[in-house]
Every structure is written in structure tokens, then in C-alpha cells.
């Protein structure tokens, strides 16, 4: 077994590599401070809380109303990873000028490969010094560092706030608990197992863990045996898988931004799919029109098997082009100005993609890519069975795409009176909101069933009595004779077989363009149909039809 | 507490509880996954007792129906997809219980409605499609095909060329509404289904449409 480890650390020799931390970074981000007590909630849970809070009893995941019995000073924050990524902007920027090559792994955690900065700055503990002073200097952003072999290794020292030497990584890593893995389902089983750190697990024969637990544990492994934390099977990804758009006219504004950020990933998601690969790293560059030439990378996760999925490249996209559109970069530069005229995405590692299994029966296992947690943010059940929220997304993102964003929607249906004004359409990707009107009472409102096919442009009717004079409805609502005869446009006279109303709508009579008042009727025809007909101004008006 | 067995049939069926039970599943026993579920009163006019994955359903001049079928598979969880304008009515769809966060509508997709319904065809479970009057024979067999190849269930509220199974309402009679009083409450319908294959024989089955209480129920007037 020892043997086995020799070998695969020859493989997958680690790099020494410098992880950048700002504790709790979206707190700080929303205007909060460490050493008040604070908290960012994303979908009504905890995202991330200062470490005042944290000494109270706030937690990852809680709810807002038990985080606030246990803290009532809680200030709290909404979750914003546009803003996020556009504050941390400043502190990517100073720390890329000192070691080159940064990537971004989430708002507030970069990593980057060390050795040559070690040498440039004569040593890793003044190249260590003149970070920190010089983020703190530039930016006035604390941060903290860590120096060990291989990304996760670094991450979990720059929590620490270590320099673990080099080869020392295993037993750096040993103490730490489970969690740090990030695997909340095997953290669970393995400390119901009676497994609690990382040395535990990294005790246990490697095989076993792969028969039992699968391939990523077996790769989980390999990272709390303190190996590199790249998935053994990334490369470089072939040069033809970039995508670029010119953008004619220039993008200045962040939502145009969003659109062209979702056309973007999905293109590249498809290329990716084309060759079964998943990208683990991407690079996001940018030209504005005055020329000036912007990149990102960002990293996914940290530590997963699996890779960017098309949401989650849009997602970052999006949040980088937010971040230097409205940016803060520094006085010097200055924000690019003229708006930006030329975008590129390129997968700069990627992955094979382990897929999707297919089950012989029942729906698709989920395997491969993860999401980013934004399909649940639009309300989507992503536990649906059959359908695959991901591939619903894309879906409906080449629709979007081909359509326009405001093409693909969803209905809420919600307060009013007349059928029309009950459903609001939301674009796709958008938040359902519910108004405080939908769930009030709303008396003239028509009584269920309701029609299935409502007329969105009024259709002309002609309604008349037994002798073939037309139907008036009088300003005290008493009707002038029996509804006989109903004519839609130009169709031929059916007989009425039964009538109800006059049931008066009198709306907005404060607003002289905009009120309305009519006299609804529901009737049904001898052939069985059903419509719902209104009287206003003189005139008859097919609503709905029932049918 | 009464059993529902204990209550005469006609009266369960009169205040909505179906007393056909199951839906969807094959008889040699195959699991739900193949067969998609439709409301247990329709279930006699499909093969397989529901609707089959990959195949293609035309439901002609019956919105109501469509929602009905449309809200089964919504509620099952499911995804389903509505290409065309007009729109469903919204209400109504939200009374026959389709689940409008999972129901995703392309109103007017103009000349690229057969590719957008091949795209929505790749992922959600049901797409209702509105096609265009004059939509070609070739559109038609190429997203059918297209349906099988994803298993999805492609329901055509128009004419379709080479539909597995084609309902329509041949009767439909409304009750609640007097001479200048009342008001539309329930509806009685007669359903047909025709078909291909072993759905070859039409069968007809009376519902309720929506029934008393909104849901779709047998109607005590079928025979036997």
C-alpha cells in the first residue's frame, strides 16, 4: 500500500501554492464587519456570518428566524454575488500584480501557484509579507494566507493562517475535521462510521474507500492524503474550445451583460458536451474599446470531480463582467470606459465528463457536472423526477437564445379582477415575486371554474333577443330582454341555452383613461360551449370561452 | 369516519372521488417510469393507461383537456412546456392543478416554432404545442420522431400527421346556469379517443370536466 501512495504522489506531484482568504467575505462585501455581528442569507439560510456571529451560535444552512434568536443583534445582508465578485475585484487585482496567474475560486478565496514568486521575492515568507502589506496597503482588505502543497492543502492553511512545509501536507491535514472536505453526505456517513478527521480517513485502505464509496470519495481521498487537488484525469483543453463574441454595439450595461454571459456558456457547454468534457477552470477576457485587455480565471469549487455546468459558467461570466463594468478598479485605471467590445471564454483545464447515468428504468441519476444553486433560486423543484433541471436550463437557454430572454415564461397567477390582469408572465430567469395583492381577497373576481382560453385582443359579439333586437344592459343593471341569440364575429347566430348575470366590473373609476365598466354575462350554447360575454358601452364583447 | 366503499358509486363520482384506481402502469408489471400518469377517469382511452413516453397525443378543441392532462404530469413532479399562443388560461391551468413554476410557456415563437419545441422536447417531460396553420408534414414527422428519441410525450393541440392517440370531445353539456341566474359550475363531456395501433378501436368515455369540486371525475352515465 505504502508503495502504491509513493507512486501516485509522483503522479500527481503537488505544486506549492499560496491561497488567499478574506474571512467571510460576503459579509464584508455587504458592508458588515468582522467584529460585528453579521450574516448574509441566501433563500432564507445562512450563507456566511461574521466570526462574532459565529460565536454566538450562527451557523451555515440555519434559518433567518433561529439565527436571530440566537444573535438578536444580527445585522442582516441579502446574498449578492455580483457584488461579491465586483468588491473583491480590487484585491484580485493587487495580489495578480505581485504573483501572476491568480484564479478565482469563489469571491474571497483565490489561489495561485507559488514557486517562481517564491524565488522572485528571495524566500516565501517575504513574498508572504509583501502580500499581505501590500493588499492591506492598496485595498484596506485583510487577508489571510496560507503556503502549502496543492490547492486544498493551501485553502485549509489559509484558514489557519500556516505555512505548511513542503511534503508536510499529510500531516498538516490529519487533525482537521471531515467537514473540511466539503462532502456534507460522506462527512455524515463516515462519522456515523466513527471516522472524524482527515487522518482518519486517509487511514483507510484507498481501495476499500473506492469499492464503497465510489470514484469521488476515492478522489477525497487522495486530497486528505494531501495530493494535488486537480481530478487526475484534467489536461489542457484543446485550443478550438474557446468561444468569443464581438459586441457590436458595446456592451456598457450589466444586463445586456447577463444575456450575452448565458449565450456565451451555453455555447461552450455544448462544445464541451460535444467531446465529453467537463471544464474545471476557465478564463474570462475581455476588451473594452478603448483597448484596454481584462482576464479572470476562476476555478471550480475548489475540489470536485466534477465541472462547471452551463449555469454556473454563465453565473461567473456574468458576475466578472458586473465586476469590471461597475467596477471599482483603481483610481489609475479607472473603470473601462466605452464599454466592452469583445468577450472570450476559454476552458483552460478540463475534465472527461463523467455523464449521466442513465438508470434501465426510472429517471437519470445525476453524476457529472454540479450546479451552481441558481435553478433553485428561481423556485425550480430540482428534485423533479425525469427532467433534469440542467438540462431544462439549457434548454430553455437556447430558446432564450434564439427568441430573445422575454420569449420563455412562467405565470403567477395573483390578485385581480378581470382575467387579464390576475397572471402576470415572468421571463424565465427571473424571480417569481409574489405581490402583496395576490393572496387579498378580491370581490367581482369570477367564481371557478375559470375559462381556459382567455381572448387577450376582445372579439366582437352580438347578442339579441328572441325577436332579434340586441341585448342592452342599463346603468342599473337590468337587462332590456332574455340573451337568445349569441354571434361571434362573423360566424353564424347560435342559441342561447342559458344565461347569467349582469355581473358588473366597475374598476379605476378614479382614473378616467384607464377605468372600466362593463357587465359580464356567462352563457352556454345549445352545441355545449361556454362564454363568458361582456356588455360595455354599447357594445357586446367575447372575453373567454370556456371551452 | 365513513369508507369510501360504503357509499354508493354515483355519489363518489359526484363529489369527485374517482373509484378507478392506479394509473399508468403497464399490465405485465413494467414500473412507472415508462408511462407517463393521466387522471385515473381518462385512463381507459390510452394503451398502456396513460401516456406512453415518446409518443405523440392530438387533442382537438379542448383546451380544458389538455390542461387536464397537462396538470397529471405536473403534479407527478414533472416538467411540461407550452409552445404557441394562444396561451392556456393561467387560472385555469392553476385549478386543474398544473404547477405553474414547473409549466414554462413560449408564446409566439414565430417561423422557429419547430425548432423551439425540438429544443423544449430535449428536456422537459410534456410539450403542448399550438401548431401554426400551416405547419408541414415534414415538421410534424421530424419532431415526432424527436419526442420518441427523447421519451418525451409531445401533445398537439391542432392536427398532427401520424399522432398515436387523438382525442376529441364529441358532447359537452354545462350545468349551473339558469334563465338569468346561476353560474357555470360543472361540465360533462364525452370524450373520444381514436388511434393507431392497438388504440385502433375508439373508445369513449363521459367526465365530468371539470367536475364539482375542479377535478376530473367518471361520470355515472358510462356504461357498465
Known sequence: MTNNRAVRTLNNRAVRTLAVWCPDWPVIAAGGSAELPGAVFAGGRVFACSAVARLEGVRRGQRRRDAQSRCPELAVYLHDPSRDTRLFEPVAESVEELVPGIEIVRPGLIVVAARGAARYYKGELPMLAKISTTVADETGRDVQLGLADGSFAATQAAYLAQVVPAGDAANFLAPLGIQALERPELADLLMRLGVHTLGGFAALPRSDVLARFGPDAAYAHDLAHGLEARPPSARSAPPDLAVEMALDPPIDRVDTATFVAKTLAEQLDERLAARGLACIRISIEARTSNGEQLARSWRHGGISTAGFSASAIADRTRWQLDGWLSGTIRSDDGRPTGGMVFLRLIPDEVVADVGRQLSLWGSAAGWGSATAGSATAWGGDASAGGADIEQIERALARVQGLLGPDAVVTAIVGGGRELADQVRLVPWGEPREVLPGDSCPWPGRLPSPSPATVLSGLRSASVTAADGSPVEVNGRLAVSAPLRWLRVEQREPVEIAGWAGPWPLDTRWWDHAAARCRARFQLTTVDGSGWLVAFDNDRWLVEAVYD | ?224
Open chain 2, 1 to 224: 369516519m365513513l369508507h369510501a366503499a360504503a357509499l354508493p358509486v354515483d355519489f363518489l363520482e359526484r363529489v369527485g372521488v374517482s373509484t378507478l384506481t392506479g394509473s399508468g402502469s403497464l399490465p405485465d408489471g413494467m414500473p412507472d417510469y415508462a408511462v407517463l400518469p393521466v387522471p385515473p377517469a381518462l385512463a381507459s382511452l390510452f394503451p398502456g393507461g396513460g401516456l406512453r413516453r415518446g409518443s405523440t397525443i392530438t387533442v382537438s378543441r379542448s383546451p380544458s383537456l389538455v390542461l387536464a392532462l397537462t396538470a397529471q404530469v405536473s403534479k407527478r413532479p414533472g416538467w411540461c412546456a407550452e409552445v404557441g399562443a394562444p396561451l392556456l388560461g393561467s387560472a385555469a391551468a392553476v385549478e386543474a392543478g398544473v404547477v405553474l413554476e414547473r409549466f414554462v410557456r413560449v408564446a409566439e415563437p414565430g417561423e422557429q416554432w419547430a425548432t423551439v419545441t425540438a429544443s423544449l422536447l430535449e428536456a422537459f417531460d410534456l410539450v403542448v404545442v399550438h401548431p401554426p396553420t400551416r405547419a408541414s408534414q415534414g415538421d410534424m414527422r421530424r419532431l415526432s420522431a424527436r419526442a420518441r428519441e427523447r421519451s418525451a410525450v409531445l401533445l398537439v393541440a391542432g392536427a398532427w400527421e401520424g399522432a398515436m392517440v387523438g382525442l376529441s370531445v364529441v358532447r359537452s353539456t354545462w350545468q349551473g346556469l339558469g334563465e338569468g341566474h346561476g353560474y357555470l359550475r360543472a361540465r360533462q363531456i364525452e370524450v373520444q379517443a381514436l388511434g393507431r395501433g392497438s388504440a385502433a378501436r375508439p373508445q369513449r368515455v363521459k367526465v365530468w370536466l371539470p367536475g364539482i369540486n375542479g377535478a376530473v371525475s367518471l361520470s355515472r352515465e358510462n356504461a357498465a
